[in-house]
């Protein structure tokens, strides 16, 4: 899916990452939602549990163009060191809430989780799909291996004996 079309679907990750070390403490996925409430509010759609975090930090906002924040703390966002009002959101896009706030993740997934379009049509692309290859020579190494391993003689030894028998009536 392209990334127009995973925009126009509007889903997204945002991940709460540990300050130091960069690793995603939290995720939040959001499917259709047009706008989301990010802060320290039980009511907000992602609550983040911060005293440098407003109660109502800011909103990610989703339009034609694609998505944004927007601050509605007087504490703002920051994006590579600079105080922002409003910033838009890229895939990979790590912004931070208020200048001593938590670092957030922003990310659009390629193909929606749990989504899938089965309106196309269904069809096989063999540049896709590994090819197998039998190698004849290790076969028949295999084969050799296997036909003058002593057991193999013994059965088929007894396999012989056993026909070579009258049959009872």
């Known amino acids: 899916m392209s990334e127009a079309a995973s925009a126009s679907t509007g889903a997204i990750v945002l991940e709460l ?3 130091a070390s960069g690793v995603p403490l939290q995720t939040w ?3 259709e939602q047009h706008r989301i409430l990010l802060g320290r509010a039980e009511e907000s759609d992602v609550v983040i549990v911060n005293p440098y975090v407003s109660r109502s930090h800011a909103y990610l ?3 034609e163009s694609g998505w944004k924040a927007e601050s509605i703390s007087s504490q703002q966002l920051v994006v590579a060191g600079k105080r922002q009002q409003s910033i838009r959101l890229s895939d ?3 912004f931070r809430l208020g200048t001593h706030g938590c670092d957030l993740k922003f990310t659009q997934p390629k193909t929606p989780a749990n989504k899938f379009n089965f309106a196309g049509t ?3 692309d063999p540049d896709m799909c590994p090819l197998l290859h039998l190698d004849k020579e290790q076969l028949q190494r295999e084969v050799d291996q296997i036909a003058n391993d002593s057991y193999f003689q013994n059965l088929s030894q007894a396999v012989k004996n056993l026909r070579s028998r009258p049959e009872k009536s």
């Open 17 to 19: 990452l540990d300050s």
């Open 29 to 31: 996925s959001f499917t």
């Open 61 to 63: 906002i989703r339009d």
């Open 92 to 94: 990979g896009l790590i």
């Open 122 to 124: 269904l069809m096989f």
